[in-house]
């Protein structure tokens, strides 16, 4: 478990994480430690008040939920796959797309049996198991937008932010399931017992947010 | 099959660790027996249906099941409370009320148990059967706090809440059964966004809406239902939160006040919470040590309409905890054993390690046993400069 004095942050590794410092920044959070990253793994702030930990996106919502770290930022579709009882408490904005069914124009998901390739087996079991049909997952883990064209799916259940690479394949989305942003996950006891820190934080993040809207 | 290996998610206690839990579940025993609560222990294997009646009913895919000669369903005990109102419907039918009963074993989870979570663990808890008043529900939240102290727990806590708002919300707002459970499970994640989305998709009257999204961040000290109550709450849900008002002065009053929060996002189960619902937390651990509440329906299931409120703790979870605590504040690297003729020379070399960022005690025995068990006591990996 980490320090009681201490906020640690699990940040999802990539754009988000860039995107989620700024913002961090801007709500009075020292992320100077992550500037000089070098080979480490965690980044303390030298006043010892924050930490911060670069994971795999897929991985956030583990750190958090374990407790090792606080709070975390990673994006609604990993979360969703994770699917751990945490604290999504904030919309930050960014990190936007869509998850979505694809396939070639056309393709019909009603009465036959359909295959799914994705790298989200969790959520798309979940969708299919809703709907009464026969169902296949096929699991993998990059380029999905190849099941189609090889004939290894009929359909992928992927996120897609402008659709350039499906439409550059010849494919198309066949059903939006819903949108994606970065969302802020807060520990289940750690906000709690870290009140007073973390419930400013929230605050001010909100009205930095909401601020962006308007 | 490989051989000698064990199914998954299980794990055998040996030796120290299992001295740790023995001596974690003597604790436990002798608090709730200076409480005045009874121990059962109900049979491990029960018939099926025992676990899914009425309010307490468990989705069937939680429980570990078998098959009795004649072809009835049993199940592994997945929880004791249901095992425990079945008892006071039968068994202890002819004990007048209050009946205080607490338990201790272990319990099973389905071949589903999240990757990480044990399929058996060991539940301690305790049901308080009979009164319906607020007293009761604080004499149990009284009893988890003081048990998690005895237990050894440092920076302890309950958040208590209270299902009632909740439901009396629901009521105000005319949404559908379906969408209140879907609901549920986002104020439970205190997640704003959908809840938004849910309400604004189900049309639900703006000002209904605005308290309902005000759930999220309903948590805090005492002042929280003072608000909350100011806020013009309907009949329901002004009952709820008088009563948790009441619950909550009789715990500060006893002194516990510091260690008390209020958070009326809480909405567990429904069907099965009629009133106050609680959690314990500690900072070494990153989820609820135990979890309880007022559950006023499930013993009429068994034959016996009494209220009752209790909660259910986690052996294993509390070993965990404890673990953190005592690694993060006592462990060393290396233990170094030094007499007054080497000192200088020690030291010096002491404070390279020390340099290298290495925490290291300097230990005066002379007896290699000694130096050894103060390595252990210490948990420090190595020892340097014994003389065999």
Known sequence: MNGEGRLTFALAKGRLAEKAVELLERAGIDCRALRDQGRRLVFEDERGETAFMLVKPADVATYVDHGVADLGIAGKDSLMEENRPLYEMLDLGFGRCRLALAGYPGTSLAGRHVRVATKYPFIAQELFSKRGCTYEIIRLNGSVELGPIVGLSDVILDIVESGATLKANGLAVLEEICPVSARLVVNRVSLKTKAARIRPLIERLGGILGEGRQ | ?388
């Open chain 2, 1 to 388: 099959m490989p051989r000698f290996t064990l199914p998954e998610s299980v794990g055998d206690f040996l030796f120290g660790e299992l001295r740790r839990k023995q001596a974690l579940e003597k604790t436990l025993r002798a608090n709730f027996s200076l409480w005045g609560y009874d121990e059962v222990l109900p049979a491990g294997l029960d018939f099926f249906d025992n676990f899914t009646r009425g309010p307490g009913a468990r989705p069937q895919e939680g429980m570990l099941k078998s098959f009795d000669g004649s072809g009835r369903i049993l199940a592994m005990r997945p929880e004791f409370t249901a095992q425990l109102a079945r008892l006071a419907g039968s068994k202890l039918a002819v004990l007048p009320p209050p009946l205080r009963l607490c338990y201790l074993g272990p319990v099973y989870a389905g071949p589903q148990g999240k990757a990480g979570h044990l399929s058996e663990f060991t539940q301690a808890g305790v049901e308080l059967m009979g009164p319906s008043s607020p007293e009761a529900d604080a004499e149990v939240v009284l009893l988890a706090l003081s048990l998690m102290r005895e237990a050894g727990l440092q920076g302890t806590m309950v958040e208590l809440g209270q299902i009632g708002f909740f439901k009396g919300l629901m009521e105000e707002s005319g949404l559908r059964a379906e969408a209140i459970a879907e609901l549920r499970a986002y104020v439970e994640q205190k997640n704003a966004l959908a809840i938004e989305l849910l309400l604004r998709d189900e049309k639900v009257p703006a000002e209904a809406a605005r308290r309902i999204m005000e759930l999220p961040m309903l948590f805090g000290g005492g002042e929280v239902l003072q608000s909350a109550a100011k806020r013009g709450a309907g009949v329901r849900c002004a009952a709820a939160i008088e009563n948790l008002r009441r619950i909550y002065e009789l715990v500060c009053a006893c002194g516990f006040g510091d260690q008390v929060v209020i958070d009326l996002g809480m909405a567990p189960s429904l069907s099965y919470y009629t009133g106050l619902v609680f959690r314990g937390l500690t900072a070494s651990l990153g989820r609820p040590v135990l979890t309880g509440g007022r559950y006023d329906g499930l013993l009429a299931e068994y034959g016996r309409d009494l209220p009752a409120t209790g909660f259910a703790l986690e052996v294993e979870g509390l070993l965990e905890a404890l673990l953190n605590e005592t690694a993060e504040e006592s462990r060393v690297d290396l233990i170094y054993a030094v007499d007054a003729r080497s000192f200088a020379e020690a030291f010096a070399e002491v404070s390279a390690l020390r340099a290298q960022g290495l925490r290291v005690e300097l230990c005066f025995e002379s007896d290699p046993e000694k130096i050894r068990a103060r390595a252990a006591q210490r948990g420090a990996a190595r020892v340097m400069g014994v003389k065999e």
